[in-house]
């Protein structure tokens, strides 16, 4: 256990409806991170914050997704009008600034579309 | 396009044999090159990383060897364990990029 907890653990919804993870990091990490895992592949970044502020998107964050971290603590992802395509490992990662850039990743949340 | 290319895609050892996973990038600007061992349901995991400025870092079992003119790294890991069955991947970030772009991944087998 990293420390970092991700809530639900899996999420089955139908196709259309919308959909929100939640990250909670380790409590003096000021910076998180989003990324998305199929099946078979390695992890694929979507989105950073640094504290409360998001300083990069990916091209894979459509305008389906969004994502927020009020006050600088928990951090949640929504997507809306979900397709199947969507369905994958979303997967929250922390760090602290001024650290050696290691990330530490919470347990994920699998998405199915049907 | 894939940055970070990983190899093999899946590799059998048995036990008590050497288990070594490649990866090639592409980006001179990377700075940083972790490896993950992710375990089926769970979260990638950081086992060992590595800055440009050595060619060798070992943490007990696991050795990071890094080529920078060959933009080449690998993970060695020794005297390999049923518990090392995983899968593993490299990453490469730079600095003032922070996101990390990971390889393809390597499901490793030790057999008993």
């Known amino acids: 256990d990293t420390g970092v907890s991700q809530n639900p653990r899996h999420k089955i919804t139908k196709r259309g409806q919308n959909v929100t993870f939640r990250c909670d990091p380790i409590s003096e990490h000021n910076r998180l991170y989003w990324y998305r895992q199929t099946l078979g592949q390695g992890p694929e970044f979507l989105t950073y914050f640094q504290n409360e502020a998001q300083l990069e998107k990916s091209r894979l964050l459509s305008d389906r997704f969004s994502a927020e971290r009020p006050k600088g603590s928990f951090s949640t992802l929504e997507i809306q009008r979900t397709e199947q395509g969507d369905s994958a490992m979303y997967l929250c990662?922390?760090?602290?600034?001024?650290?050696?850039?290691?990330?530490?990743f919470g347990p994920g949340t699998r998405l199915t579309v049907l | 396009q894939q940055q970070v290319k990983q190899s093999p895609q899946s590799l059998i050892v048995q036990k008590g044999g050497i288990s070594i996973i490649n990866c090639a990038y592409e980006?001179?600007?990377?700075?940083?090159f972790p490896w993950y061992q992710q375990f089926p349901g769970k979260g990638p995991a950081l086992l060992i990383a590595?800055?440009?400025?050595?060619s060798e870092k070992k943490e007990g079992r696991f050795t990071i060897s890094f080529n920078k003119s060959a933009k080449q790294f690998s993970l060695h890991i020794m005297d390999s364990q049923p518990g090392d069955s995983a899968t593993y991947f490299c990453a490469a970030s730079i600095k003032t990029a922070r996101q990390l772009t990971f390889g393809s991944g390597t499901q490793l087998t030790v057999l008993p």
């Open positions: 990662a922390s760090s602290l600034e001024g650290g050696v850039d290691e990330q530490f």
């Open positions: 980006n001179t600007a990377f700075d940083y």
């Open positions: 590595i800055r440009p400025d050595v």
